[in-house]
C-alpha cells in the first residue's frame, strides 16, 4: 500500500528508528515548553476576560525568540541530529505525537472544572474531546497551554517543511538527478508564513480559538500534530520526485506567479485578521489610517463592514485558500494529488468553518443585528460569487 501510495521511502526505518521517531513529538513538547517557560517575553493584555477579575487576561509572548532558536538549533544540527529526520520520522511521529497530545488532552480534562465556561457537557467523551475549559495556565500565568501549542505547531511546520526540503534535495541528487526548486520554494513559503505569524502574535489573541475554543483533544491535536506535522502532508508524496523538466525561463516565472499567488491570499488573511485586531482595540481609528472602520451597533457589541469585512463575511478564509492554491501548484506537478492535499484540507476547513463561525456570531450579536450585516454583506467567502 505504502508502494502505490508514494510514500513507501517514509517508513524505510531501523526498529530502533520507529522508537526514537514515536518519542520525537514527546522530546520536541518538552524542549518547546522549557523554551517557552526560560526565555524573556513582553507581557500584553489580550481580548478575553478574566473570569474571576473581569479584567482582560494577560499573557506573555515570546513566540518569535522559541521560533528563531529551534530554527537555529535545527540549522546547527548539534550532538549528530539529522536535519532530515523531522520529514523521515514523520509516521512514526504522527502516531506517537497522536497518544502524547491524548495525554495532555486526558491531563488537561481531568485538571478542568466539570462544568465549562460554555455550561456543563455530560457525556465525558464530548467534554474530553472539546475541553471543559476556555483557558489553561502553567505555573501560575507564565503559560498559557492555547498558546504554546501555537508556538510548538507553528514552528515545526516550518522545521518538518525545512527538513522535508532537506531530505528532498539529497535524495534526488543521491540518484543523479535534479532536485525541484519549487520543494525549497514551497519551505520558503510556510517558513514566511510562520515568521509573520510570530511578527504578529499579538493578534492570535483576538482570534476565534482563543476567544470561543475549550480545550479538549481537538484543539490540543489539531494545534501540535495538524499544525506542525501533518500541514506537510503534500510532501509526503512529493519530496521524492524529481525537477520535472521545464525550461529554466518557464520555471522561473512559474515560481515567480506563484509567489505572488502566496502574496496575494496572505495579504487577504492577514490583512482581514490585522483589521479586526485594530478594530476590537481601536474601533473609532481608520485601519492603517486609510480605511473607515463602519460598524453596527448590536448593545455593547460592534460588527464591522468595512474594509475587508465588508467585501465578504469571512473573506479571510478566502485569501487562506488562495494560498493554499499556491502551494498545490509550486511543485509544477498539478496531476499528482499529494500536491492537492494541502488545499483540499483547508478549503474543506474553513468551509465548514465559516458556517460554525455563522452560527456563534447569530448568537453573539442576535439574529435581528446579524441578518442587518448579512444584508450589507451579502457573500460569504468570495466577493460576487459566494
Not at 468595512?306 to 463575511?313: K, L, Q, T, V
Amino acid at each position: 500500500m505504502f508502494e502505490w501510495l508514494g510514500i513507501s521511502h517514509l517508513i524505510e526505518l531501523s526498529g530502533t528508528e520507529w522508537i526514537v521517531g514515536f518519542f520525537t513529538p514527546l522530546a520536541v513538547f518538552v524542549a518547546f515548553y522549557v523554551a517557552q517557560f526560560v526565555l524573556p517575553a513582553r507581557r500584553v493584555p489580550g481580548y478575553v476576560n478574566d473570569a474571576a477579575t473581569g479584567e482582560p487576561r494577560s499573557y506573555r509572548l515570546n513566540g518569535i525568540l522559541v521560533f528563531a532558536l529551534m530554527l537555529a538549533l535545527w540549522a546547527v544540527a548539534p550532538f549528530g541530529f539529522e536535519r532530515d529526520w523531522f520529514y523521515r520520522s514523520t509516521i512514526p511521529a504522527v502516531i506517537g505525537g497522536t497518544f502524547f497530545s491524548g495525554v495532555i488532552a486526558t491531563w488537561a480534562f481531568l485538571s478542568q472544572s466539570a462544568r465549562s465556561e460554555k455550561g456543563h457537557e455530560t457525556n465525558w467523551f464530548v467534554a474530553w474531546w472539546h475541553g471543559r475549559a476556555m483557558e489553561h495556565w502553567l505555573f501560575g500565568d507564565r503559560v498559557d497551554l492555547k498558546m504554546y501549542l501555537y508556538v510548538v505547531g507553528g514552528t515545526m511546520l516550518t522545521l518538518n517543511a525545512l527538513s522535508g526540503a532537506y531530505f528532498h534535495h539529497h535524495y534526488v541528487q543521491d540518484l543523479g538527478l535534479e532536485p525541484n526548486p519549487g520543494i525549497y520554494v514551497y519551505a520558503g513559503f510556510f517558513t514566511f508564513y510562520i515568521f509573520d505569524y510570530f511578527v504578529f502574535e499579538r493578534v492570535q489573541l483576538y482570534t476565534y480559538d482563543l476567544i470561543h475554543e475549550n480545550l479538549g483533544f481537538k484543539l490540543i491535536w489539531g494545534g501540535l500534530l495538524i499544525y506542525g506535522w501533518l500541514y506537510i502532508l503534500p510532501m509526503w508524496g512529493m519530496a521524492v520526485h524529481p525537477y520535472p523538466g521545464f525550461s529554466s525561463t518557464f520555471t522561473n516565472i512559474w515560481l515567480a506567479v506563484m509567489v505572488v499567488l502566496f502574496l496575494f491570499g496572505w495579504s487577504i488573511s492577514r490583512g482581514g485578521n490585522l483589521q479586526k485586531y485594530w478594530f476590537k482595540r481601536w474601533p473609532d481609528r481608520k485601519f492603517l489610517g486609510l480605511i473607515e472602520q463602519r460598524y453596527i451597533e448590536a448593545g455593547d457589541r460592534k460588527i464591522l463592514y468595512s474594509g475587508f469585512w465588508g467585501a465578504a463575511r469571512h473573506f479571510n478564509y478566502m485569501g487562506e485558500g488562495f494560498l493554499a492554491l499556491s502551494v498545490a501548484l509550486v511543485f509544477m506537478q498539478p496531476a499528482n494529488l499529494w500536491a492537492w492535499t494541502y488545499m483540499i484540507f483547508i478549503v474543506s476547513l474553513f468551509t465548514w468553518r465559516q458556517f460554525q463561525d455563522d452560527a456563534v456570531c447569530e448568537e453573539k450579536y442576535g439574529a435581528e443585528k446579524w441578518a442587518e450585516y448579512k444584508a450589507r454583506v451579502k457573500y460569504r467567502l468570495f466577493p460576487g460569487i459566494y
